[in-house]
């Protein structure tokens, strides 16, 4: 677990875990069997050295401890914050991009100009430009 945590997992499906700790437990001498890992696995689960959760279609996934406690909070918290709608003061937001606009001479594209008015903002990765005036 603590290489695929290198690489960015969170989790692993139970094919994976066994792959790989079958990978690191094998050398030139020694095979690792899947039935011992297997069991090393319930073992792991049984003394609380890691989670598992079972998901649709039955797949088990296999979590390290701080990993799987840090992920339940992290969605906790992002579930609370986005199930509360920000109130958002659009004549005030409205004076600033006008003010903004003026400032740097540019001239939003009709489609950013009518979602910023509506209140939706579109990020940096949406389509509508910006054109320069000059």
């Known amino acids: ?18 792959a790989s700790a079958k990978e690191l437990l094998s050398n030139q001498d020694h095979q690792a069997e899947s039935e011992t890992v297997e069991g090393v696995i ?3 689960v049984s003394n ?4 598992v ?10 979590f390290k401890p701080t ?17 509360t709608k920000i109130e958002i003061d659009t004549q005030r937001v409205n004076n600033w991009i006008e003010r903004y606009t003026l400032k ?6 009709p489609q950013r100009e009518k979602s910023s008015r ?17």
């Open 1 to 18: 677990m603590a290489r695929s945590a290198e690489d960015g997992h969170c989790f692993l499906p139970q094919p994976e875990l066994i």
């Open 42 to 44: 319930e073992e792991m």
């Open 48 to 51: 609380s050295d890691l989670i």
């Open 53 to 62: 959760e079972e998901v649709e279609g039955g797949m088990r996934l296999y």
């Open 67 to 83: 990993f799987y406690h840090t992920e339940n909070n992290l969605a906790r918290i992002l579930r609370e914050r986005t199930s």
């Open 104 to 109: 740097k001479q540019i001239q939003l594209s």
């Open 118 to 134: 509506d209140g939706r903002f579109p990020n940096r990765h949406d389509s509508h430009r910006r054109t320069r005036l000059r």
